[in-house]
């Protein structure tokens, strides 16, 4: 079984950043690829980034494109998701997830996930 838990969600003005972090235990992280995961009230559950297992491969979607940055540290079993430029558009609980050996960009791929944290840009 694995565990996630997301940590560093909060309150920011457009324009802010924040900087969120998951922490993974209970297997071998670097067998995960991981993803970040957003939804906000009344719309579904969308892809945000992901990183490959080794960290050298990095995947966004076009929304987010050029403003977040998601990274991996397999010596701390932690995956990042750097987030800046923010905007109004970005408030949403956001979700680590975890997939085993692969990445990608449907949730419905992913085998783990955590219980979220909540970001909330004001305009």
């Known amino acids: 079984q694995v565990q996630l838990v997301e ?3 909060g309150l920011v003005q457009a324009g802010g950043s924040l900087r969120l972090s ?3 235990s209970g297997r071998t992280f670097s067998r995960y690829g991981m993803g970040w995961f957003r939804q906000a009230p009344g719309k579904e ?3 945000v980034a992901a990183v490959n297992r080794s960290g050298g491969s990095t995947y966004y979607a076009d929304s987010v ?3 977040f940055t ?3 540290d397999n010596a701390k079993n ?3 998701l750097q987030m800046s430029s ?3 558009e970005d408030t949403a609980v956001y979700y680590c997830a975890a997939r085993s ?3 990608g960009s449907s949730s419905d791929e992913y085998d783990y996930w955590g219980q979220g944290t909540q970001v909330t840009v004001s305009s």
């Open 101 to 103: 050996w692969v990445t």
């Open 65 to 67: 494109k050029g403003r």
């Open 78 to 80: 932690t995956v990042i």
């Open 86 to 88: 923010l905007k109004p």
């Open 22 to 24: 998951c922490a993974v």
């Open 7 to 9: 940590s560093g969600g």
């Open 70 to 72: 998601i990274s991996r």
């Open 45 to 47: 559950r969308e892809f």
